[in-house]
């Protein structure tokens, strides 16, 4: 008798091992699909959220809090008399930009998050102001409002008093700015629309950078 015989897996045994082969290696592509689609939508997922966590975890936490219709329209109402350049500050999903644009300002927004930004520019495009809007992805702190002669900002109060600063030193005294929400903490306002969150403060340049410029003469001729 031949081993063949003996044994009984002449014919048998080739096919037996194929079949546990064939079904492994479509169970180990599946599994390479599985893996792949998993990784890429939290690679997806990361490079969304990211843009939206990180400004929370900043020395000053400022998230994106879209402002309200009517923390919209008291903004409008405040700058009513006023033309030209407007700049939001922070500007989010664009709307307070989009807004001014349709009120016939020139208007730009400064923001960190790309994806807002790019969100911006599509709604600019598609409600028809894209000639009259502009939105750059910029840190606020590292760019110079001077050019802007309207400036809004919808901010967290800690941030309030480095921007006062800022502002202080950099816009022309022809500027007017609003403050959505939360003031400026030793800015003297013009004007004050609204009432609970959808509130805003109006101020004029030429009050504040006087009012600077008193408080610098002062401290000069204090004796020490
Ligand atoms: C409170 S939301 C205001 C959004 C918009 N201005 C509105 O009123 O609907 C503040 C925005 O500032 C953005 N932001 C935070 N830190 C920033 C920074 N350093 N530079 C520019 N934008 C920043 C946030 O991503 C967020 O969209």
């Known amino acids: 008798m031949s081993q063949q015989e003996l044994f ?14 064939v079904g492994s290696k479509s169970k180990s592509r599946l599994g390479l699909i599985v893996t792949g689609v998993v ?24 998230p994106f809090v879209p402002a309200t219709t009517a923390q919209v329209e008291n903004v409008l109402t405040v700058l009513r008399a006023r033309t030209g350049s407007l700049v939001d500050i922070g500007s989010g999903d664009g709307r307070i930009v989009i807004a001014a644009a349709k009120r016939g300002f ?14 911006s520019r599509y709604k600019a495009w598609r409600e028809g102001v894209h000639c009259s809007t502009t939105f750059h992805i910029s840190d606020l702190w590292k760019v110079s409002f001077a050019q802007f002669s309207n400036v809004v900002i919808f ?3 800690q941030m309030m008093e480095q921007l006062e600063l800022k502002l202080t030193r950099e816009l022309p005294y022809s500027a007017k700015v609003v403050a959505c929400r939360f ?42």
């Open 106 to 119: 020139q208007a730009s927004g400064f923001e960190l998050n790309p994806w807002l930004v790019w969100f």
């Open 183 to 224: 003031p400026f903490p030793t800015w003297v306002p013009e004007r004050i629309v609204g009432e609970g969150i959808d509130t805003v403060w109006l101020y004029d340049a030429k009050t504040f950078k006087s009012q600077q410029q008193q408080q610098e003469t002062t401290r000069k001729t204090m004796p020490e």
């Open 39 to 62: 990784g890429g939508s939290l690679v997806a997922l990361y490079a969304v959220a990211t843009p939206f966590v990180v400004p929370a975890l900043r020395k000053i936490c400022l």
């Open 8 to 21: 009984g897996n002449s014919a048998a045994e080739p096919r037996g091992d194929s079949a546990p082969a």
């Open 155 to 157: 901010g967290v109060p």
